[in-house]
């Protein structure tokens, strides 16, 4: 399994500031997730990073707004920019789905609240 | 694009008693992984059980197994003997084997409260 550490575990922000999540695997792995979960809310997946390459969005969630960075195996950051009260949710970091592991594991979320 | 639906937005029983969640699935898929997801308040999500499709025999991990019926495209979770630490957020998972293999997608959760 893989064992995921998120930073921070949570944060309350201002409107129109942006807020910087990183996430650190034990592990080398070739993707990693990041999601979006309102509170008692399922997950919507904001988009795959790969190391080396551009981040693939899903519809809806744009570079722009939720920029990705990747520059190794074990790290990646997703940054919520320019903020609003809508943003206020808990982002997860996620891996696997890959040749190496068949199910995903979740990092414990950074909660953000937008003021 | 493949749909899970949990159709028990929340669901209750009474500790040591067993429950089961219900989760139905549309693909027109063959080869595909299932999954239960356990995401306790303020807590990590961790993987609770997992079924790959092409596996006729149910799976099983200690207190929870699954009714895997793939003609139904139906993946229920039945919990026995419930206890207090139960108490969570439960999401079922598909992830196909055949296209797009990296995406997960998820149900909108049921919520199981555990009485004492």
């Known amino acids: 399994s893989a064992v995921i550490s998120q930073k921070p575990s949570r944060d309350i922000c201002q409107r129109g500031t942006s807020l910087t999540i990183q996430c650190q695997v034990d592990?080398?792995?070739?993707?990693m997730f990041w999601y979006r979960q309102q509170p008692g809310q399922s997950l919507t997946l904001i988009a795959t990073?790969?190391?080396?390459?551009?981040?693939?969005?899903e519809s809806g969630f744009v570079i722009d707004k939720f920029p990705i960075s990747r520059p190794n195996l074990t790290f990646s950051t997703l940054t919520v920019s320019n903020m609003s009260p809508e943003d206020s949710s808990i982002y997860l970091c996620?891996?696997?789905?890959?040749?190496?592991?068949?199910?995903?594991?979740f990092g414990p979320g950074t909660r953000l609240t937008v003021l | 694009a493949q749909t899970v639906t949990q159709s028990q937005p929340e669901m209750s029983v009474q500790e040591a008693e067993t429950v089961t969640l219900s989760c139905t699935y549309d693909?027109?898929?063959?080869?595909?992984?299932l999954f239960w997801y356990k995401q306790p308040p303020s807590r990590q999500m961790i993987l609770v059980i997992r079924?790959?499709?092409?596996?006729?025999q149910n799976a099983t991990e200690n207190r929870f197994s699954v009714n895997f019926q793939k003609a139904a495209k139906s993946f229920s979770l039945k919990i026995s003997d419930s206890q207090l630490g139960d108490a969570a957020m439960y999401f079922c998972?598909?992830?196909?084997?055949?296209?797009?293999?990296?995406?997960?997608?998820f149900g909108s959760g049921t919520k199981l409260n555990v009485k004492p």
């Open positions: 079924q790959e499709a092409y596996k006729q």
């Open positions: 990073a790969n190391q080396g390459s551009e981040a693939t969005y």
């Open positions: 998972a598909y992830r196909s084997r055949e296209y797009n293999f990296n995406k997960f997608y």
């Open positions: 996620s891996v696997g789905g890959d040749l190496l592991y068949n199910e995903q594991f």
């Open positions: 693909t027109s898929e063959s080869d595909y992984y």
């Open positions: 592990s080398q792995v070739t993707m």
